[in-house]
Nanobody, 118 residues
C-alpha cells in the first residue's frame, strides 16, 4: 500500500489549508486513516483519525478547527484545517491501519509540510 499526501504549504495565521492523502494498492475494505504531525524537536502526535464508517477522533488542540473526512471510493482522506496558528506548523503525515486476512498492517505517507506564519 502506498500513501501519497498533497496540499501542504505556507499560510498566514488565521488562514486555511486542506491536505489530502490518497491510498493505492490496498485490498482491504476495513481500515482507519488518520493524520499525525511532528513539529521540530517534538514527538509525532495524532491530529485526527477516521474509520471506514466515518467515526472521527481529534486531538484537543484542533477540535473545532480541523475536520477530517474520507472518500471511500477514491480511498482518500482529507484534513481541512481552519483558523491555523503558528503552533500548527509541522510536517503532517498520513497513516493507514488495516486488516488483511486477520493480520494488521500500518502504513505511513511521506509527510507534507505545513507552515503557519504569524
Amino acid at each position: 500500500v502506498q500513501l501519497q499526501a498533497f496540499g501542504g504549504g505556507l499560510v498566514q495565521a488565521g488562514g486555511s489549508l486542506r491536505v489530502s492523502c490518497a491510498a493505492s494498492g490496498s485490498i482491504s475494505s476495513t481500515n482507519d486513516m488518520g493524520w499525525y504531525r511532528q513539529a521540530p524537536g517534538k514527538q509525532r502526535e495524532l491530529v485526527a483519525a477516521i474509520t471506514t464508517g466515518g467515526m472521527t477522533t481529534y486531538a484537543d488542540s484542533v477540535k473545532g478547527r480541523f475536520t477530517i473526512t474520507r472518500d471511500n471510493v477514491k480511498d482518500t482522506v482529507y484534513l481541512q484545517m481552519n483558523s491555523l496558528q503558528p503552533e500548527d506548523t509541522a510536517v503532517y503525515y498520513c497513516r493507514r491501519w488495516e486488516i488483511v486476512q486477520g493480520r494488521q498492517y500500518i502504513y505511513w505517507g511521506q509527510g507534507t509540510l505545513v507552515t503557519v506564519s504569524s
